[in-house]
């Protein structure tokens, strides 16, 4: 079970209902801890609910939101945030992520917008970071999110995300493909992107596949393996800002664990490897 005392590390994979069977049998060894959106679990209970209560007592779990919507000109939804609350201490969770966009706006847009690149946007949404940390009594950590329109902007990508963790002090997920996919979109230098992001704050890492929609225009599916500049990047992540525990998503087209594993070993082959280099040399 995980604790304060027992840090997260290595590699991780989204879990999805369909995956239970298996992992309720046996959770391969390249396997250190899985992600879950709460949203898909509170609503159920029963065996469903066993199930889930079986692995989370056996096994590191951290969350992953869908719907906080930090970025929505609606006030936030505070049952829900309760709901999530009670559902993080009922399942010994520490660690609470959500997406820095909006997906509600008068009713749900069932898709994640992006929120204005402006400093009037970073006051708001750091003040309901503020809010959302004090109901949750722990940290709220955002994700830089794949976007392909940029209304009203004001401030690159880079500045805005920058502002908003500095604003509202609260840590970041860093999702190296998200990074990747809009660097090819928006013409800018993911490498440079990653250097600028404070290593301080981030909690974690996200990595996943995404579609080639054209030779400018990536589409973020998390349904396809991981590519070879994707996998770079976060190598150079490593190097730039530390070995932080990795988290494979893939949310549809999933192949067979063996498969995801081959990805999940992969990431902890480039783990070791960074830490090697860091090591101090024995005289």
Not at 115 to 129: C, D, G, L, N
Not at 142 to 157: D, F, I, K, R, T
Request: contains cysteine; glycine residues 6%; aromatic residues 8%.
């Amino acid at each position: 079970m995980m604790t304060s005392g027992n840090p997260l590390t290595g590699s991780g994979l989204g879990l999805r209902r369909e995956m239970l069977p298996q992992l309720l049998q046996s959770v391969p060894a390249d396997i250190d801890f899985f992600e879950v959106a709460p949203e898909n679990w509170i609503p159920f209970g029963g065996k469903l609910q066993k199930q889930f209560r079986q692995l989370t007592e056996q096994h590191r779990f951290i969350c992953h939101g869908l719907s906080l919507s930090i970025g929505s000109p609606d006030p936030l939804d505070v049952i829900f945030l309760k709901q999530v609350k009670q559902f993080l201490r009922e399942h010994n969770i520490l660690l609470y992520s959500e997406h820095l966009s909006y997906c509600s706006g008068g009713g749900h847009l069932y898709d994640l917008m992006p929120i204005p690149f402006t400093q009037e946007a970073v006051q708001y949404v750091a003040k309901r970071i503020r809010q959302v940390q004090d109901i949750l009594e722990q940290p709220l950590i955002l994700e830089n999110v794949s976007y392909y329109a940029a209304p009203g902007q004001q401030m690159s990508e880079q500045d805005f995300t920058l502002a908003v963790l500095s604003e509202a002090d609260c840590q970041l997920l860093l999702d190296v493909n998200n990074i990747y996919v809009n660097s090819v979109n928006h013409g800018y230098n993911a490498e440079a992107f990653l250097r600028a992001m404070p290593a301080n704050r981030i909690a974690y890492y996200h990595i996943a596949g995404h579609f080639k929609q054209a030779e400018d225009l990536l589409v973020d599916t998390h349904g396809a393996a991981v590519i070879d500049p994707v996998w770079q990047l976060l190598t150079k992540a490593y190097q730039q800002h530390g070995v932080k525990p990795t988290l494979l998503e893939r949310d549809f087209n999933i192949p067979e664990l063996a498969e995801l594993g081959r990805e999940l070993s992969q990431i902890k082959v480039l783990q070791h490897a960074a830490q090697q280099q860091t090591l101090p040399l024995r005289a």
